[in-house]
């Protein structure tokens, strides 16, 4: 079964950046989209970002577009989230999520989409 393993999170003064990691267990992504979604406390799971291991596009929220940046690996087994010039709103527990087939380009923000999940690592942009 796809697991993953989350990484890169942390505390950052507003305007820093933060790189996160999604590493696929064992398995390569080829056949799947993988999104990145956000919840900030008392608030509803956001879709961040979704990239197409199949070269589709990459698509952006509006509010992180022009700031955050989603890539793989060659081998296609992690996943990255570059987050730069970091806001307080942006403070969350950010989770990577995988799907088989098209995601990307569709409804890609609807969590509902994605059987599988990583645990989720911290974001805290403060001063």
């Known amino acids: 079964q796809l697991q993953f393993v989350e990484s890169g999170g942390g505390l950052v003064q507003p305007g820093g950046s933060l790189r996160l990691s999604c590493a696929a267990s064992?398995?390569?992504?080829?056949?799947?989209?993988v999104a990145w979604f956000r919840q900030a406390p008392a608030k509803e799971h956001e879709g961040v970002s979704c990239?197409?291991?199949?070269?589709?596009?990459?698509y952006y929220a509006d509010s992180v577009r022009g700031r955050f940046t989603s890539s793989r690996n060659i081998r296609k087994t992690t996943v990255y989230l570059q987050m730069n010039s970091l806001r307080p709103e942006d403070t969350a527990v950010y989770y990577c999520?995988?799907?088989?087939?098209?995601?990307?380009?569709?409804?890609?923000?609807?969590?509902?989409?994605?059987?599988?999940w990583g645990q989720g690592t911290q974001v805290t942009v403060s001063s």
């Open positions: 064992g398995v390569i992504l080829n056949n799947y989209d």
């Open positions: 990239i197409s291991m199949r070269d589709v596009g990459t």
């Open positions: 999520a995988a799907a088989p087939g098209l995601v990307c380009g569709s409804d890609w923000g609807d969590r509902r989409q994605y059987p599988y």
